[in-house]
């Protein structure tokens, strides 16, 4: 059974930092590009970043600048998600997804990827 497990969410201050991991079972990662999204209340679910399966090439939203960074351990069948410098906008729920390779087709990951239930990131003082 194919499945993806996000965790690490939680309540921060806005400047703090999380780091969210996203668990794979059933499957091997190596062979998948793993994205992060997010959904804020109201608003159309967005990627936020992506690392591909073949040479670990990362992207990221614009709005990351620079404050988030992608990486795999595929040893422990792992993504993770470290976010510095959150800001209350970052507000949202974050899922972790995979798919074949990295796709900027929102499209392709709603049709094509295996999704998690997703983790709670709330930034607020």
């Known amino acids: 059974q194919v499945q993806l497990v996000e965790s690490g969410g939680g309540l921060v201050q806005p400047g703090g930092s999380l780091r969210l991991s996203c668990a794979a079972s059933g499957f091997t990662l190596d062979y998948y590009a793993i994205g992060w999204f997010r959904q804020a209340p109201g608003k159309e679910r967005e990627g936020v970043s992506c690392i591909s399966s073949s040479d670990g090439s990362t992207y990221y939203g614009d709005f990351v600048e620079g404050r988030f960074t992608i990486s795999r351990d595929n040893a422990k069948n792992m993504v993770y998600l470290q976010m510095n410098g959150l800001k209350p906008e970052d507000t949202a729920v974050y899922y972790c997804?995979?798919?074949?390779?990295?796709?900027?087709?929102?499209?392709?990951?709603?049709?094509?990827?295996?999704w998690g239930q997703g983790t709670q990131v709330t930034v607020s003082s």
């Open positions: 997804a995979a798919i074949s390779e990295c796709n900027v087709d929102y499209d392709a990951w709603r049709d094509n990827g295996s």
